[in-house]
């Protein structure tokens, strides 16, 4: 008679929880560099729509004359305001972007930092702050 065995493969219970266990330590070691990476990201994506706003303007302002007043304020680069003669827009290729952290960019003019501010005041939405609750302008 032959015997046959049958030979289940898999992991034991014991070598699971060393996985685990050492995915779990990996996780907290580079999981807050990851998060701390996202929010630079954030920082910066809010830096480059400020740069595009701030070239958008300034055609604005070679068309129109001026810069849109703040009452006007950065929906004049999609909508014609009813004083603007010579707009020739729109100066965006769709709406005016919010900021990365959803909250309308603020804009100024004229500004306190020079003659136009355009800024976002970070992830917690009000002003000053650091990391990534720092205000993010055209001035910096």
Same mark, same amino acid.
């Given at each position: *008679?032959?015997?046959?065995? !049958?030979?289940?493969?898999?992991? #034991?219970? *014991?070598?699971? %929880?060393?996985?685990?266990?050492?995915?779990?330590? %990996?996780?907290?070691?580079? $999981?807050? @560099?990851? %998060?701390?990476?996202?929010?630079? &990201?954030?920082?910066? #994506? &809010?830096?480059? @729509?400020? !740069?595009?706003?701030? @070239?958008? %303007?300034? *055609?604005? /302002?070679?068309?129109?004359?001026?810069?849109?007043? #703040?009452?006007? $304020?950065?929906?004049?680069?999609?909508?014609?305001?009813?004083?603007?003669?010579?707009?020739?827009?729109?100066?965006?290729?769709?709406?005016?972007?919010?900021?990365?952290?959803?909250?309308? =960019? @603020? =804009? /100024? =003019?004229?500004?306190?930092?020079?003659?136009?501010?355009?800024?976002? =005041?970070?992830?917690?939405?009000?002003?000053?702050?650091?990391?990534?609750?720092?205000?993010?302008?055209?001035? !910096?």
């Amino acid at each position: *008679m032959r015997r046959t065995r !049958k030979h289940a493969g898999g992991f #034991t219970l *014991m070598e699971l %929880l060393v996985v685990l266990a050492i995915l779990g330590l %990996l996780m907290s070691l580079v $999981g807050p @560099q990851v %998060l701390n990476q996202l929010g630079g &990201a954030k920082t910066k #994506t &809010a830096g480059i @729509q400020i !740069k595009d706003l701030e @070239q958008a %303007l300034e *055609m604005y /302002k070679l068309d129109v004359g001026r810069f849109p007043s #703040t009452s006007e $304020g950065l929906d004049a680069l999609v909508k014609k305001p009813g004083n603007a003669t010579g707009w020739n827009g729109p100066y965006l290729k769709s709406d005016v972007p919010q900021d990365p952290w959803n909250n309308d =960019y @603020q =804009y /100024k =003019y004229p500004g306190e930092n020079g003659e136009i501010d355009i800024f976002t =005041y970070g992830a917690n939405g009000s002003p000053g702050g650091e990391g990534e609750d720092a205000d993010v302008g055209n001035w !910096k």
